[in-house]
T-cell receptor, first 107, second 115 residues
Framework: SQQGEEDPQALSIQEGENATMNCSYK?????LQWYRQNSGRGLVHLIL?????REKHSGRLRVTLDTSKKSSSLLITASRAADTASYFC???????FGQGTTLQVKP | NAGVTQTPKFQVLKTGQSMTLQCAQD?????MYWYRQDPGMGLRLIYY???????DKGEVPNGYNVSRLNKREFSLRLESAAPSQTSVYFC??????????????FGQGTRLTVV
């Protein structure tokens, strides 16, 4: 399987704390994307980072990419209860998804 | 703007029955995808279509067929449903895939139960 791994599988934090989740992949990539899924609904795109970029920011989101280690991380700063969701990385031209991290933010 | 529309939203099939899941997008996207999502497994790619007239296998294509009917529509067919195909199916589209991939937009999913 080309499916990558995300770490941790589940994360529980208090509102206001930062949340970090990691994605490792197996193939060479052109870009890597992060998505959020609320309660089994359709996924929503968060951010895209290209293989020649090392870091990218979007609001409270910070994504890093290390192609030598085949890994990426997503940092959500100052988390809110509304951030409670599952987060997935996706990569390659075929858009292969990792297994996801379930984030719970407690009020 | 409707985005990506999937029909039906829910379906119960008996083992051996066939059905087609429909997907349509109104964003003039070139690439379309079908995924299945099982508990704890994330999304697994079944088939994708990089552009109109082309389709390719994904990670788990066995038991499925697809048709890229035109640029807007991409259907997924189960010829003889099995209980192992009980899952939530998502359709997605993106402007393009491959070397210069772009963000994908997802439908709301079809919850399929095979009994």
């Amino acid at each position: 399987s080309q499916q990558g791994e995300e770490d941790p599988q589940a994360l529980s934090i208090q509102e206001g704390e930062n949340a970090t989740m990691n994605c490792s992949y197996k193939t060479s990539i052109n870009n890597l994307q992060w998505y959020r899924q609320n309660s089994g609904r359709g996924l929503v795109h968060l951010i895209l980072i290209r293989s020649n970029e090392r870091e990218k920011h979007s609001g409270r989101l910070r994504v890093t990419l290390d192609t030598s280690k085949k890994s990426s991380s997503l940092l959500i700063t100052a988390s809110r209860a509304a951030d409670t969701a599952s987060y997935f990385c996706a990569y390659t031209g075929k858009l292969i998804f990792g297994q996801g991290t379930t984030l719970q933010v407690k009020p | 703007n409707a985005g990506v529309t999937q029909t039906p939203k829910f379906q119960v099939l008996k083992t051996g029955q066939s059905m087609t899941l429909q997907c349509a997008q109104d964003m003039n996207h070139n690439s379309m995808y079908w995924y299945r999502q099982d508990p704890g497994m994330g999304l697994r790619l079944i088939y994708y279509s990089a552009s109109e007239g082309t389709t390719d296998k994904g990670e788990v294509p066995n038991g499925y067929n697809v048709s890229r009917l035109n640029k807007r529509e991409f259907s997924l067919r189960l010829e003889s449903a099995a209980p192992s195909q009980t899952s939530v199916y998502f359709c997605a589209s993106s402007l393009q895939t491959g070397t210069i991939g772009t963000e994908a937009f997802f439908g709301q999913g079809t919850r399929l139960t095979v009994v």
